[in-house]
């Protein structure tokens, strides 16, 4: 029997309403926390750095970062590392030479006393999933003497938690941020403050994420590109609209942004039309309208060329930069939600119905307030056929275990898990009737505060938690087929990966979310934004990678046009015809 939170590394809630981060009661009397020096602004002034100063910032953002997550003195609390930033830049910025550089931060370091050394227990070296290196101490061409010191850091003596960062717990081995300031009052910050949020959040995904090396662009290199960025940014919309762009670096579809900050409300716009769109082949299709029955608006499957005169391949352009997605459908998914916002009353759509060009006037709404469709009225469970059994992931609820007897006897199952499941076991709880013993389902990592940017397998013991099915003499012996598209994300991935290895399971659909795994607590920016990352690494039992890629279907399906337009699940469709 699983443990009752043995899914919770996968619901751990991301919160993005921005507060104070978590701060320990025994935390609140260390020394940072009385230093005050810089809470009206960072004093920093920059407005057109040169190539050698933007170097130089690089290498600030990376050491600082390093020694926040490994020299004892600031895990014990004496120093507002924050702030301490703040008053090491100016003098950054005015060395003249590599030699200048070295010698200042070799002395900020040296100031920080002195420590224990002593190298942490490693695990095996079977255990190790991925770790980082430091190359950047040669690539930065520091002098022998910061070169060692910082070497002797990574050797100091540290403890499981300190003052900036802990896991929750071992199991749900997610970092914790703590002891951080939001800065939320800054809705345009200074250039000291916007540089902040940029070295805080690179540090927290160079040592806290499992998935930093799968990438298209290196993560090294993202502080050299975005330095200069945020010193330019010129207003609020411009820094938040490049911390967006920044996040969505990470291509990981748990990191969202806050959707409710007033300046991406008015970029993205506050209102909305009365339809719901899905992109086909990169084209923007009507999937509905809650206005159908009348010829003045659009209708299931008109293929929207234009919007306020503006074609769509061009604010797709504009604005996929600010999505953050582990793959390219999941982008367009989460571009359905905003490519129809806008600040009008009325949106001028120009679209194509039946091979005709058209266009139309709508009339928009607050896009917060528009009434929600009805969710269907049914048990999540029905006969398609008397031997075809049809099970809806998030609508069957408790019902599950009252309908299987039925499903029991049909020659195939349908899963549909084209959505979140709900309840969150759904297929361990299936497993029990389909799979005749417990199979392994995944394997996790863990990252780890003692050695910042190890990720290692968790113990089989714990893993032993997640296994799927259970001893059974009578197994059903009938097909299942799996739904999927990118809509499955998460625990949906999961969940599926989890049926996939029951002996006559089929795949159906398209590639998924390629997120699958926890996302830890919210990292804050100054000016009131935030965001979350991925933080448990979920791999395949034989090691191989799923963020990114998602559940490959075993059999191929994408929406037509032609199939919006009649109506027609062809996915479910498809599935029907490989059981008959």
């Known amino acids: 029997m699983l443990k009752g939170n043995y899914l919770l590394i996968f619901l751990f809630a991301l919160s993005l309403n921005v507060q104070a981060q978590l701060t320990d009661s025994t935390d609140r009397n260390k020394k940072a926390n009385l230093d005050k020096e810089f809470l009206t602004g960072s004093k920093i002034v920059l407005d057109q750095p040169s190539t050698f100063q933007i170097s130089n910032l690089e290498v600030l953002a990376k050491v600082w970062g390093f020694l926040k997550y490994h020299h004892p003195a600031i895990a014990k609390g004496d120093y507002n590392w924050d702030f301490e930033l703040f008053r090491i830049t100016p003098q950054l910025l005015a060395v003249k030479s590599l030699k200048e550089r070295d010698k200042l931060i070799f002395k900020w370091i040296d100031a920080l006393g002195v420590f224990e050394n002593e190298k942490a227990i490693r695990p095996v070296r079977e255990q190790i999933k991925y770790e980082l290196n430091f190359d950047w101490f040669k690539s930065s061409k520091f002098s022998p003497e910061l070169f060692s010191q910082l070497n002797a850091i990574k050797n100091a003596d540290r403890t499981a938690e300190s003052y900036y960062v802990k896991m929750y717990d071992?199991?749900?081995?997610?970092?914790?941020?703590?002891?951080?300031?939001?800065?939320?009052?800054?809705?345009?910050?200074?250039?000291?403050?916007?540089?902040?949020?940029?070295f805080k959040f690179w540090n927290c995904y160079e040592y806290f994420s499992p998935y930093r090396n799968l990438l298209d662009k290196p993560w090294s290199g993202i502080l050299k590109e975005y330095i200069p960025k945020l010193i330019a940014a010129k207003n609020e919309l411009d820094y938040k609209l490049t911390i967006a762009a920044?996040?969505?670096?990470?291509?990981d579809s748990h990191s969202d942004i806050s959707p409710y900050d007033m300046a991406f409300r008015s970029f993205y716009g506050t209102l909305t039309p009365k339809i719901t769109i899905t992109f086909v082949d990169e084209q923007a299709v009507v999937t509905n309208s809650t206005e159908e029955g009348s010829l003045s608006v659009l209708k299931k499957g008109d293929l929207i060329q234009s919007i306020n005169n503006v074609p769509v391949s061009k604010l797709m352009k504009e604005k996929l930069p600010y999505i953050s997605a582990s793959n390219f459908a999941t982008q367009l998914r989460k571009l359905t939600t905003i490519l129809l916002r806008?600040?009008?009353?009325?949106?001028?759509?120009?679209?194509?119905?039946?091979?005709?060009?058209?266009?139309?006037?709508?009339?928009?709404?607050?896009?917060?307030?528009?009434?929600?469709?009805?969710?269907?009225?049914?048990?999540?469970?029905?006969?398609?056929?008397?031997?075809?059994?049809?099970?809806?992931?998030?609508?069957?609820?408790?019902?599950?275990?009252?309908?299987?007897?039925?499903?029991?006897?049909?020659?195939?199952?349908?899963?549909?898990?084209?959505?979140?499941?709900?309840?969150?076991?759904?297929?361990?709880?299936?497993?029990?009737?389909?799979?005749?013993?417990p199979k392994e389902v995944a394997r996790y990592t863990a990252g780890s505060t003692e050695i910042p940017g190890l990720f290692s397998y968790m113990p089989d013991d714990y893993m032993a938690q997640v296994r799927i099915g259970v001893a059974n003499e009578s197994p059903y012996l009938g097909k299942i087929i799996v739904l999927v598209n990118e809509e499955t994300q998460s625990l949906g991935e999961l969940s599926a990966m989890a049926l996939r290895a029951g002996p006559n399971t089929i795949i159906v659909g398209s590639q998924t979310a390629g997120a699958d795994g926890s996302v830890g607590m919210p990292v804050t920016?100054?000016?009131?934004?935030?965001?979350?990352?991925?933080?448990?690494?979920?791999?395949?039992?034989?090691?191989?990678?799923?963020?990114?890629?998602g559940i490959i279907p075993d059999v191929k399906v994408k929406p037509s046009v032609k199939g919006i337009k009649e109506g027609r699940d062809e996915i479910l469709e498809k599935a029907i015809s490989l059981l008959n």
């Not at 000291?192 to 949020?197: A, E, T």
């Not at 275990?401 to 199952?413: D, I, L, N, R």
């Open 170 to 198: 071992a199991e749900t081995p997610v970092a914790i941020f703590k002891n951080e300031g939001d800065y939320s009052s800054f809705k345009y910050p200074d250039a000291g403050y916007r540089l902040l949020g940029l």
């Open 246 to 251: 920044l996040i969505a670096e990470t291509q």
């Open 342 to 437: 806008t600040n009008d009353t009325l949106m001028q759509v120009s679209f194509i119905r039946d091979d005709k060009p058209e266009q139309l006037s709508l009339k928009c709404y607050p896009f917060n307030r528009l009434e929600k469709r009805a969710a269907p009225v049914d048990s999540g469970f029905k006969m398609i056929k008397k031997d075809i059994a049809y099970i809806h992931a998030s609508r069957i609820e408790t019902r599950l275990k009252s309908v299987m007897p039925m499903a029991m006897q049909t020659k195939g199952m349908i899963l549909d898990l084209r959505t979140y499941p709900k309840p969150t076991s759904f297929a361990w709880d299936l497993a029990k009737y389909i799979f005749n013993a």
């Open 525 to 549: 920016f100054p000016g009131g934004i935030a965001t979350g990352f991925t933080q448990i690494g979920v791999y395949y039992p034989d090691g191989k990678e799923t963020q990114r890629i």
